[in-house]
């Protein structure tokens, strides 16, 4: 069964930070790029970071500086750090995994249907307020 399981929202106040895990089961996330989207309150979903196969990794400009993207294959599980939280970034957030065709190992993509329907998780809830 493919599982991707996110852990680590919490409720915290601005400038803080957090650290997201996106732990995977029932695939490897190895030859897999893996993406992090958010929904705000009110708003579409948005894909804020990915990170290719081959380790290539795309910030959204908003997050750009403050979050950084990473993954442990041995772990089988993706992260997203979190730095200088604002109250702009509460949302639930999710994390995707496609594998990677040939030749795109050092692509990703923020657009939801890049990402295998059957590897997203449920999400984790961030909130970010005084």
Request: aromatic share 12%; hydrophobic share 30%.
């Amino acid at each position: 069964q493919l599982q991707l399981v996110e852990s680590g929202g919490a409720l915290v106040q601005p400038g803080e930070s957090l650290r997201l895990s996106c732990a995977v089961s029932g695939f490897t996330l190895d030859g897999h790029a893996v993406g992090w989207f958010r929904r705000a309150p009110g708003k579409e979903r948005e894909g804020i970071s990915c990170i290719s196969s081959g380790g290539v990794t795309h910030y959204l400009g908003s997050v750009k500086g403050r979050f950084t993207i990473s993954r442990d294959i041995a772990k089988n599980t993706a992260y997203l750090q979190m730095n200088s939280l604002e109250p702009e970034d509460t949302a639930v957030y999710y994390c995707a995994a496609v594998r990677s065709p040939t030749g795109g190992e050092y692509e990703c993509f923020f657009e939801y249907y890049y990402y295998d329907e059957d590897k997203w998780g449920k999400g984790t809830l961030v909130t970010v307020s005084s």
